[in-house]
Nanobody, 128 residues
Framework: QVQLVESGGGSVQAGGSLRLSCAAS????????MGWFRQAPGQEREGVAT???????AYADNVKGRFTISQDNAKSTLYLQMNSLKPEDTAMYYC??????????????????????WGQGTQVTVSS
């Protein structure tokens, strides 16, 4: 059974950092493409960053230069390092897995419907 479990969320001051983790199980991690998405109350879910198994990444314009997506294939774990956090980053953050990737990382970033499985989410709150 596919499972994605996020951790690492919390409350921080603006300018601070957090590192989110997503522990994956139930599938061959190295054959999937992974992504981070976020959703604030009353807002649509938006792509934050995606990564192919080969390591090609894509980022939303409003996080580029501040966030870094990475993974450890041996540990089947996805990460999101978030630096210089802003109040606008406050949202529930979800990791997702596309088990049959055929499109580019940038396309995947704007197409959450391409992802087959989702974690339960971890809350990130950034105060000013």
């Amino acid at each position: 059974q596919v499972q994605l479990v996020e951790s690492g969320g919390g409350s921080v001051q603006a300018g601070g950092s957090l590192r989110l983790s997503c522990a994956a199980s139930g599938y061959t991690y190295s054959r999937a493409s992974m992504g981070w998405f976020r959703q604030a109350p009353g807002q649509e879910r938006e792509g934050v960053a995606t990564i192919h198994s080969a390591g090609v990444t894509a980022y939303a314009d409003n996080v580029k230069g501040r966030f870094t997506i990475s993974q450890d294939n041996a540990k089947s774990t996805l990460y999101l390092q978030m630096n210089s956090l802003k109040p606008e980053d406050t949202a529930m953050y979800y990791c997702a897995a596309d088990l049959k990737p055929v499109l580019s990382a940038s396309t995947r970033l704007r197409r959450p419907g391409l992802f087959d499985y989702w974690g339960q989410g971890t809350q990130v709150t950034v105060s000013s």
